[in-house]
Antibody, heavy 126, light 109 residues
């Protein structure tokens, strides 16, 4: 069974860097993309970005200048760094496996997030 | 950027009834790029449907998805107490690469 577990400080000061880790167990990190999604209190979901096994990344343009996602495959670990945080970055942060499935019979690609961590709440406050 | 608009914002239904949720894209999209998630209070989202109509592993057949072009629908038949939650549609392929609708809350009438 694939499990993802986020961890990191629950409180970050404004202008500092938010750093989170996600440990992946029960699955190889090959063949999937791994990424982050966040959810401000009482609001909807916002995709932050993902990274593939080779280290290629894709970020939400709204966060691109401040976000870095990295992968440590030797330790089955995914990381998120978000710099220059403000109160607007207060949210529950989820890591998720991003599946990209190709169906040969229809030559179709399917894209979805099939495994999620439980999430970790991060507050930005002085 | 393709915007996803979900309706209604809140749907009040009773156990045993059916619920129909809508997700409208601002531009025509491939149905294989559309997914639906369920989020219960205090929990992470759970994948229900991908490719607009394919149920994820372990999802009961009371959940069904359909649609094409700009309009996609999630139907929940015979609502059970555990189905009262917030539902999000999601699209791949726009900018940002993944976008979510704002969610539909299904509440007990």
């Amino acid at each position: 069974q694939v499990r993802l577990q986020e961890s990191g400080p629950g409180l970050v000061k404004p202008s500092e860097t938010l750093s989170l880790t996600c440990i992946v167990s029960g699955a190889s990190m090959n063949d999937f993309h791994w990424g982050w999604i966040r959810q401000p209190p009482g609001k909807g979901l916002e995709w932050i970005g993902f990274i593939d096994y080779g280290g290629s990344t894709n970020y939400n343009p709204s966060l691109q200048s401040r976000v870095t996602i990295s992968l440590d495959t030797s330790n089955d670990q995914l990381s998120l760094n978000l710099s220059s945080v403000t109160a607007a970055d207060t949210a529950v942060y989820y890591c998720a496996r991003h599946a990209m499935e190709f169906e040969y019979s229809s030559s179709s690609f399917y894209y979805y997030m099939d495994v999620w961590g439980k999430g970790t709440m991060v507050s930005v406050s002085s | 950027e393709t915007v996803l608009t979900q309706s209604p914002g809140t749907l009040s239904s009773s156990p045993g009834e059916s619920a129909t949720l809508s997700c409208r894209a601002s531009h025509s999209v491939s149905s294989t790029y559309v997914a639906w998630y369920q989020q219960k209070l205090g929990q992470a989202p759970r994948l229900l449907i991908y490719g607009a109509s394919r149920r994820a592993t372990g999802i009961p057949d009371r959940f069904s998805g359909s649609g094409s072009g700009t309009v996609f629908t999630l139907t929940i038949s015979r609502l059970e107490p555990g189905d009262f939650a917030v539902y999000y549609c999601q699209l791949f392929g726009s900018s940002p690469l993944y976008t979510f609708g704002q969610g539909t809350k299904v509440e007990i009438k």
